[in-house]
């Protein structure tokens, strides 16, 4: 049992996983350009600054999390929401997304899937098509390679390597195709397993939509 954890939260695993995260988005990319009126709406990549607010734990981890999300588009139509107020149809056009976090440090690396809810924050209607200024609201699963149960003070106990994963992206539009952002995500259990410290990283992105 001891030797089935190692492989999993092992070095090794984690750098396969999180290359293989970033190969499959990246790999996405060409074909989603080409299909404008695809299954794909946007990319995001960035930087984020690992394990910020250790609050609830003496625990710390280290290093820089390379960040890739992928975004589809919604599978809710606009004409189902024509009787919907134009200011409340974001509320039911969450926009499913397959996303990565790859710790460049040994630490924990993971993958999560969202259902992405985004509102414009001004009237920017008039300039691009989804508003200026815009957040983001995401909740899912996500799979993780670090400790259940870790000795060390450099390795979170997370308690389990499926957690609940939550995000909070605030940004501006600088063009209708490009966009940057504040992103800030959670990772927890939610108390459901002995240890829940929880994983906080925030950090910058770039945005690119098809």
Partial sequence: MQSAYRLVAGRPFRLRLWCWAGGVS?????????????????????VLYHDVLPIYSTQREDGIDLNGELYFVSPVPDSWLTDVRPTLRWLLRPRPSFGFDANTAGATSQLYVSAVWTVALDNGDRLWRDG???????????????HVASRSSQHLSLGSNALFHLSVDLGVRLTCVLSTSIYFEHSSNAGLAPYNPGLNNVGLRMGFRF
């Fill in 132 to 146: 200026t200024v815009f957040m983001d609201f995401g909740v899912g699963p996500a799979y993780n390679t670090g």
């Fill in 26 to 46: 990246l790999s996405l990319l060409p074909a989603a350009a080409l299909a404008q009126t695809g299954p794909f709406d946007e990319v995001r990549f960035g």
